[in-house]
Antibody, heavy 120, light 106 residues
Framework: EGQLVESGGGLVQPRRSLRLSCEASGFTLRDYEMNWVRQAPGKGLEWLGYISTNTRTIYADSVKGRFTVSRDNDRNSVYLVMNDLRVDDTAIYYC??????????????WGQGTLVTVSS | EIVMTQFPATLSVSPGERATLSCRASQSITKNLAWYHQKPGRAPSLLVF???TRATGVPARFSGSGSGTEFTLTINSLQSDDFAVYYCQQYNNWPRTFGQGTKVEI
């Protein structure tokens, strides 16, 4: 089981920064690898980034160098810091937990998402 | 990057009928494929992982098959709750990639 709740979205001007949070409950966050996925209005799903249990990170090319994923297991939270935001970063941002099965990296739990709107 | 292609883009089905959704990978991903569905205004939800294993609580009318580059999600006896957008996702390589989705509509 388990639940994820994202927060921190809102309206932000282009070239500004924003930090999203994803708070976990009902499971031990330190035992799980985590991801961020976004969905632009009316579009499909785009994977953004990953953080392992030992804080190794991997990013999509589209956000590499601008977005940073981190985690604070003591606060049961994962974060996405987004710098130099662009209008086309406007989307719902989801955090997603990876399956605990070592053979499968599907996303078995998703948060409800937080909307980020980049506009002047 | 592995490109995931889903077809058809839209599938019109009547309640009680069977729906067959396809997903093709641009290179082999063995069986490292998941299927999700997403209802309007909601987050995606896992249906199938490992190409053919139903996630916990997913009804038996959902079945996944395939390996390598060709995959299928079959929904038998469609119910009203099943009308949604369905996405496939590969987790064999980085970056993780999703198909563009198939909308199953009445």
């Amino acid at each position: 089981e388990g639940q994820l709740v994202e927060s921190g979205g809102g309206l932000v001007q282009p070239r500004r920064s924003l930090r999203l949070s994803c708070e976990a409950s009902g499971f031990t966050l330190r035992d799980y690898e985590m991801n961020w996925v976004r969905q632009a209005p009316g579009k499909g799903l785009e994977w953004l980034g990953y953080i392992s249990t030992n804080t190794r990170t991997i990013y999509a090319d589209s956000v590499k160098g601008r977005f940073t994923v981190s985690r604070d297991n003591d606060r049961n939270s994962v974060y996405l810091v987004m710098n130099d935001l662009r209008v086309d970063d406007t989307a719902i941002y989801y955090c997603a937990r990876e399956d605990s099965n070592p053979w499968h990296d599907d996303f078995d739990t998703w948060g409800q998402g937080t909307l980020v709107t980049v506009s002047s | 990057e592995i490109v995931m292609t889903q077809f058809p883009a839209t599938l019109s089905v009547s309640p009680g009928e069977r729906a067959t959704l396809s997903c093709r990978a641009s290179q082999s991903i063995t069986k490292n494929l998941a299927w999700y569905h997403q209802k309007p205004g909601r987050a995606p939800s896992l249906l199938v992982f490992g190409a053919s294993t139903r996630a916990t609580g997913v009804p038996a009318r959902f079945s996944g098959s395939g390996s390598g580059t060709e995959f299928t999600l079959t929904i038998n006896s469609l119910q009203s709750d099943d009308f949604a957008v369905y996405y496939c996702q590969q987790y064999n390589n980085w970056p993780r990639t999703f198909g563009q989705g198939t909308k199953v509509e009445i």
